[in-house]
Nanobody, 114 residues
Framework: QVQLVESGGGLVQPGGSLRLSCAAS????????LRWYRQAPGKQRELVASITNGGTTNYADSVKGRFTISRDNAKRTVYLEMNSMKPEDTAVYYC????????WGKGTLVTVSS
């Protein structure tokens, strides 16, 4: 049974930082490409960051220079380090693991507000 479980969300002030984690089970983690998506209220889900099984990363323009995606294959975990956060980063953040088919976590809420 495949499970992706996100954690680390919460309330942060503008300019602050959070680190999200997504722990995986039931898959051969090291071969999977991993992504973080987010969905703000009333908006479509959007891709925030991705990392290949080889470690190549890509970011949405809106988060470049502020967010960092990384993976620890030994811990079967993908991370999203978020710095200099803005109110527009408020969303539910989801992790995704995919090869031919993919799996989603249930999401963790991030709120950026003073």
């Amino acid at each position: 049974q495949v499970q992706l479980v996100e954690s680390g969300g919460g309330l942060v002030q503008p300019g602050g930082s959070l680190r999200l984690s997504c722990a995986a089970s039931g898959i051969t983690f090291s071969i999977y490409g991993l992504r973080w998506y987010r969905q703000a209220p009333g908006k479509q889900r959007e891709l925030v960051a991705s990392i290949t099984n080889g470690g190549t990363t890509n970011y949405a323009d809106s988060v470049k220079g502020r967010f960092t995606i990384s993976r620890d294959n030994a811990k079967r975990t993908v991370y999203l380090e978020m710095n200099s956060m803005k109110p527009e980063d408020t969303a539910v953040y989801y992790c995704y693991a995919g090869v031919v088919s993919g799996y989603w976590g249930k999401g963790t809420l991030v709120t950026v507000s003073s």
